[in-house]
C-alpha cells in the first residue's frame, strides 16, 4: 500500500501516524503543505494530527485551503482513500470532504487521556478488522473535539452507518456520542482518538492496531 | 528620537546600585549612552548574572564519566550510549506567571524548549514544577487555570509530550507562585551545537520571529520583588507563539544539518544583549550589529527596546558565509525570518549601530565578566525545634485528610491538560512516580521527575535539599532507571536577607553532598531570587529535576499491583511525623525537624530494588504522606482494595527516607526475603492489596468512597 502523510506547518503527529502505516506494512511519502500534487500511485493519504497553522482563526480552517490540501480534494474526487485524526479531522471537515464541525469541548479544557470507544461499524476499510460493537481503549489528545452537525445530518450518517466510531464516556460533548465518521463513499474517514497512540506494546494498549492492519489488507495495492 | 538623559531616577529605575553604576564609569571612562545602561541593567540583574549565588554554585559536583556538558551552556548534555545524548535544563518562570499566568508559564515553556534545540536536540519531554498559594486565597484559582493552560497551550501546540511534575500549594506562596519548566531533548553526541563564535568578519545572522516591543526590562523585573505596583508590570511579559516555536525548532534542526551553524545561541532573557555577548565572550570575539537590519514587528522602534526586547521564538547564530544560500532557504521554507544584522570583529568591541548611528560601544568581554559578585552575609538556619506531641488519630480519617488536599490529590485535572503522548513514545504517562519516554527505534528509554519538599528545606536546608535529590533518585529507581544526572531550579527569597542566603547555602550543601553520593551530577540550572512580596518570602524551593537510563524493556517497572499480592517496604517502619504532610493537612502544624537522609541507605536499598525488579509486580517510593499514601496510591491505580496491618499513626504516616512500597505475589516476596537477607536490606511485609475495602489496622472505609475523594478533590477545589 502506498500512503502520503500530509505535512502542514504545526503538525506534530505526522512521524507517529507515518511510524505506525510504516509498521503495519505501508510504503508512506511525507508531503510538504505546499506541495501542489500527491505523489503518483498513491493509495490513501493521512492527514495527521497537531496545530497546523497554529490553529490559529480555527482548528484546521486555514490548512483546508492549503496548496497540497486542493491535491488530496482531487484524490478524493478520483476515489481515493483518506483518513485525518485529530487535527486532521478538523481539516477534512473544514475541507467540505466530511460534514459537520468540530467545536471547543463542552468542558473548555484540552483532554489527553486514554477514552473508550465503541467501533460502531466494521464496514469500512479502516474497521474492517474489528468486531461490532467492540469496546477499544484509545487515547484522546484535542481542545476542540466536539462534534457537531445538524439534526438531519446526523440522522444521514447514522442512516447510513456512517459513524466508525463513539465515545463511551463522551469527554467532549459530542453530538450523539460521535467520535469518528465516513464519508458517503465510505473511503474518507475522520477521527478525534489517536489509533497510532495505542499501537504497540510499549504504548501499554494496542487497540489502535487493527485501525492501521484493516487499512493495510483493505487498500488493494494499485 | 532623543534618548533620556542618565539621572539617579533613571539608573534606580534600571534596578541599579550607586556602586553598581560606580563601576559602570569606571568600565566606560564615560557616562554610558542610554543603551548602554539598558545593556548593564540587563547584564547585570540578579537573573542573568547570577550576582548573589555564583560563589555557592561554584561548589556544586557537575563532573562524571557521562557528562558530556555541564553547567554554562544553554542546557547540560549526558551521554545515554550509542552515540546518542539527552541534553536538559530546567528554569523558573516565576514572577512573569504571578503577573500574567497563561502567557508567563507559556513563554516559560517556550523558553526552555529553545535551550534544548539550540544545542541541537529534539524536545522529546517535558515537566512542570508548580507552587501556588494556598485554595482559600483569591489569587490561587485565577493563577492555577492560567498556568496550567498556559504550560499547556505553549507545549501541546509545540508537540513535546508533558510527562511529569508537581504541583502543591502554601500560603507562603500566596504573592509568588513559582513555575518551573523542565524540557529534554535527545541529540547524536557528534552533532551538539554550542553558543563560542569563531572566525573574524562573520555574517551574524537574527533567525525566528520579528522583535516587538515585548518583555522590555523583563529579566531586571524578574530581579525584583513584588509589591503593589505589579499590575503595572504587566507590559513586561512576553507573549507566546508556540506555532512560530515548532517552526523555528524544525528550521533550527534542518539549518544544522546544512552545516550552515558555526555558533548558535536563543534569544532569551535580556533578548539581542544577552545572546550577541554570550558568543562573542565565549569565543573571544567582539560583535557588532546593525539594528536597522532586525525583524520589526513594530515601528520605529529604538536601539534601547530592540537590544532589550524579550520577544520570543528568536535565535542569534553565527554563520559559515558560503553556506548562506542554504540556510535562508530552509528559513525561507518555514516561512521565518533570516536577516544578518551583523558581523564578528577581531577586537573585543561591542558595537551598537543604528541607522549609522553609534548607540553603543562597549568592551564585549568585560561586560561579560565584570557582574558584580556578591558574597551577601548568611546565617546557618537554626536547628528546627523538637516535634511536640502528635495526638493520635483514626487512620483512615488521616488518609482521607490528605487525599482531600489539594497537595495529595490525584491530579488527573492538571496534567489531562497536557499531551502527555505526542510523538508515540511515551511508555509511563503521569500520575504516579517518574514518567518515562522511550528513545525513538532504540529499546532505550529515558525516565524524568521532578522534586522537592519545600516544607523540610524550611525546617533544615541541609537535610531537606540532600532529600530533593533522594526523591528524585528514589523515583527514578521505581521505574527501573538508573539515575543519571540532575538540572537544579533554586527558588528562593530576598538574598539580601542573611537568613535567607543561609537557606540558599544549606540546601546548596545537602544538593551537592547528595549529587556526588548518588553520582547525579548537576549539568544545568537556574537561581531565581527575591521571590518574596511585600517582604513575605516563599518556602525555599529548590526543585531537583532528574532523569535516568532504562537499557530495555526488562529494566522497565511500569506495573499495576495484582489482586492478592502483598504489599512489602523496602527499607524499614515509619517513624518521623517531623514537617509531615499528615502533621501539616490534618493538624495545620509544620513542627519538628525534616527527615535524615541517609545516602548510603539510598544506594543500598535501590540497588536492592533494581536487582530484584523480576520479584516485583509494581513498585513506588515513599515520601510525602508515607505508607498510607503510598499504598492508597498504589491500590487506587489497580482498582484494588488494600489492608495494612499496622493502625500506629508514625508506621502508617512516617516520612523516613530511603523506603519503598513494592507489590509482589506470596512466592515473589519469599524469594525477595532470601535476597534481601543476603544484600543486609531491612524488608517488612505490611499488608495487602485485594478486596474493595481499604483497611489500616482496625479502622477501614470502602475503596469506592476514598477514590471518590481522591480523584475528585482536584476539579472540585479548582474546576
Known amino acids: ?222 | 528620537m532623543t534618548d533620556p538623559k542618565i539621572t539617579d531616577d533613571l539608573i534606580a529605575a534600571h534596578g541599579l546600585n550607586g556602586e553598581e553604576y560606580a563601576r559602570i564609569l569606571e568600565i566606560m571612562g564615560r557616562e554610558p549612552t542610554y543603551t548602554e545602561l539598558g545593556i548593564f541593567s540587563a547584564m547585570w540583574n540578579e537573573h542573568c548574572s547570577y550576582k548573589s549565588s555564583k560563589k555557592h554554585l561554584r561548589g556544586l559536583p557537575v563532573d562524571g564519566p557521562q557528562v558530556i556538558c555541564g553547567p554554562g551552556e544553554n542546557a547540560g548534555i549526558v551521554d545515554i550510549g550509542d552515540g546518542q545524548c539527552v541534553v536538559f535544563k530546567m528554569e523558573s518562570h516565576n514572577h512573569p506567571s504571578y503577573i500574567e499566568p497563561y502567557q508567563g508559564a507559556a513563554t516559560g515553556v517556550g523558553g526552555i524548549l529553545r535551550d534544548v534545540f539550540t544545542m541541537g536536540a529534539r524536545p522529546i519531554a517535558a515537566m512542570n514544577s508548580l507552587s501556588f498559594g494556598v485554595k482559600e486565597h483569591h489569587k490561587t484559582k485565577q493563577l492555577v487555570h492560567g498556568v496550567v493552560e498556559g504550560v499547556g497551550g505553549y507545549g501541546n501546540c509545540f508537540g513535546v509530550p508533558t510527562v511529569g511534575g508537581e504541583v502543591r500549594f502554601h500560603s507562603a506562596y500566596n504573592g509568588n507562585c513559582l513555575v518551573n519548566a523542565f524540557a529534554a531533548g535527545l541529540a547524536d553526541t557528534d552533532k551538539i551545537f554550542y553558543s563560542a563564535a569563531s572566525g573574524v568578519g562573520m555574517p551574524v545572522v537574527y533567525l525566528g520571529a520579528k522583535t516587538g516591543r515585548d518583555g522590555v526590562g523583563g529579566a531586571t523585573m524578574a530581579s525584583a520583588e513584588f509589591d503593589d505596583t505589579i499590575e503595572e508590570k504587566r507590559p513586561t511579559v512576553q507573549v507566546g507563539d508556540p506555532f512560530t516555536e515548532k517552526r523555528l525548532m524544525e528550521a533550527t534542526l534542518e539549518l544544522m544539518a546544512t552545516g550552515a551553524v558555526i555558533s548558535i545561541q536563543d534569544m532569551g532573557a535580556a533578548g539581542l544583549t544577552c545572546s550577541a555577548v554570550e558568543m562573542g565572550d565565549k569565543g573571544k570575539l567582539g560583535v557588532r550589529l546593525d539594528l536597522e537590519n532586525v525583524p520589526q514587528r513594530e515601528l520605529n522602534m529604538t536601539a534601547y527596546e530592540m537590544m532589550l526586547s524579550e520577544s520570543q521564538e528568536r535565535m542569534l547564530m553565527v554563520l559559515k558565509p558560503e553556506l548562506e544560500a542554504e540556510a535562508r532557504a530552509v528559513f525561507e521554507k518555514w516561512d521565518l525570518d533570516f536577516a544578518i544584522v551583523g558581523e564578528t570583529l577581531e577586537e573585543d568591541r561591542f558595537l551598537i549601530m543604528h541607522n549609522g548611528e553609534v548607540k553603543g560601544d562597549l568592551p564585549l568581554s568585560t561586560l561579560a565578566s565584570s557582574a558584580p559578585e556578591y558574597d551577601r552575609p548568611w546565617v546557618p538556619t537554626p536547628a528546627a525545634e523538637p516535634l511536640a506531641d502528635v495526638p493520635s488519630i483514626d487512620p483512615i480519617d488521616g488518609l482521607k485528610a490528605l487525599l482531600a488536599s489539594p497537595n495529595y490529590a490525584n491530579k488527573s485535572w492538571v496534567y489531562e491538560q497536557y499531551d502527555s503522548q505526542v510523538m508515540g513514545d511515551t511508555v509511563r504517562t503521569p500520575g504516579l512516580g517518574a514518567g518515562v519516554i522511550r528513545v525513538h527505534d532504540t529499546p532505550k528509554m529515558l525516565a524524568f521527575t521532578s522534586d522537592v519538599t519545600p516544607r523540610y528545606v524550611k525546617a533544615n536546608p541541609v537535610e531537606g535539599g540532600k532529600q530533593a535529590v533522594a526523591e528524585a533518585y528514589r523515583n527514578l529507581t521505581a521505574v527501573g532507571a538508573k539515575p543519571l544526572a540532575t538540572t537544579d531550579n533554586l527558588n528562593f527569597g530576598n538574598p539580601e536577607k542573611p537568613e535567607i542566603m543561609g537557606q540558599f547555602v544549606g540546601a546548596l550543601q545537602g544538593i551537592g553532598e547528595a549529587v556526588k553520593f548518588l553520582d547525579m551530577p548537576i549539568v544545568s540550572g537556574n537561581v531565581s531570587l527575591y521571590n518574596e512580596t511585600d517582604g513575605v518570602g516563599i518556602l525555599p524551593t529548590p526543585t531537583i529535576g532528574a532523569v535516568g537510563l532504562i537499557a530495555n524493556e526488562d529494566e522497565l517497572i511500569a506495573g499495576l499491583a495484582n489482586d492478592g499480592d502483598l504489599a512489602v517496604v523496602i527499607g524499614g517502619t515509619g517513624t518521623h511525623l517531623g514537617q509531615s504532610a499528615l502533621l501539616a493537612e490534618v493538624f495545620n502544624r509544620e513542627d519538628g525537624d525534616a527527615p535524615h537522609v541517609d545516602l548510603a541507605l539510598e544506594q543500598l536499598n535501590g540497588e536492592f530494588l533494581k536487582a530484584n525488579r523480576s520479584l516485583i509486580n509494581a513498585a513506588t517510593d515513599l515520601s510525602d504522606g508515607g505508607l498510607a499514601l503510598a499504598a492508597f496510591e498504589l491500590a487506587d491505580k489497580a482498582g484494588l482494595g488494600l489492608t495494612l496491618d499496622s493502625g500506629d499513626t508514625a508506621e502508617l504516616f512516617g516520612e523516613d527516607q530511603a523506603r519503598y512500597l513494592v507489590a509482589c505475589s506470596f512466592d515473589q516476596a519469599e524469594a525477595l526475603m532470601v535476597a534481601a537477607g543476603q544484600a543486609g536490606v531491612t524488608l517488612t511485609t505490611v499488608g495487602k492489596f485485594g478486596g474493595d475495602t481499604v483497611k489500616l489496622g482496625g479502622s477501614d472505609a470502602p475503596l469506592a468512597t476514598l477514590s471518590a475523594v481522591f480523584n475528585g478533590t482536584f476539579a472540585e477545589t479548582f474546576a
Open chain 1, 1 to 222: 500500500m502506498k500512503a502520503a502523510v500530509l505535512v502542514f506547518p504545526g503538525s506534530n503527529c505526522d512521524r507517529d501516524m507515518a511510524v505506525a502505516l510504516r509498521k503495519s506494512g505501508a510504503d508512506v511519502t511525507m508531503v510538504w503543505h505546499k506541495e501542489t500534487s500527491l505523489p503518483e500511485g498513491l493509495d490513501v493519504v493521512g492527514v495527521p494530527g497537531g496545530f497546523s497553522y497554529g490553529d490559529y482563526l480555527r482548528c484546521g480552517a486555514i490548512a483546508a485551503n492549503s496548496p497540497i490540501t486542493r491535491a488530496l480534494k482531487a484524490h478524493v474526487e478520483r476515489g481515493g482513500y483518506a483518513f485525518g485524526i485529530c487535527n486532521g479531522f478538523q481539516v477534512l471537515t473544514e475541507a467540505g470532504l466530511l460534514p459537520g464541525a468540530l467545536l471547543r469541548n463542552a468542558g473548555l479544557k484540552y483532554i489527553c487521556k486514554t477514552t473508550p470507544l465503541e467501533v460502531a461499524t466494521t464496514n469500512s476499510a479502516y474497521t474492517a478488522d474489528y468486531t461490532l460493537g467492540q469496546t477499544i481503549g484509545v487515547p484522546i489528545a484535542h481542545h476542540d473535539g466536539n462534534f457537531t452537525a445538524d439534526e438531519a445530518t446526523l440522522d444521514l450518517l447514522e442512516a447510513e452507518d456512517r459513524v466508525a466510531f463513539r465515545y463511551g464516556d463522551n469527554p467532549n460533548g459530542s453530538a450523539r456520542n460521535i467520535a469518528g465518521i465516513l464519508s458517503e463513499n465510505r473511503r474518507v474517514l475522520g477521527m478525534m482518538p489517536h489509533p497510532e497512540r495505542a499501537f504497540e506494546a510499549a504504548h501499554g494498549n494496542e487497540d489502535g492496531k487493527a485501525f492501521f492492519s484493516s487499512l493495510v489488507s483493505a487498500v488493494v495495492p494499485a
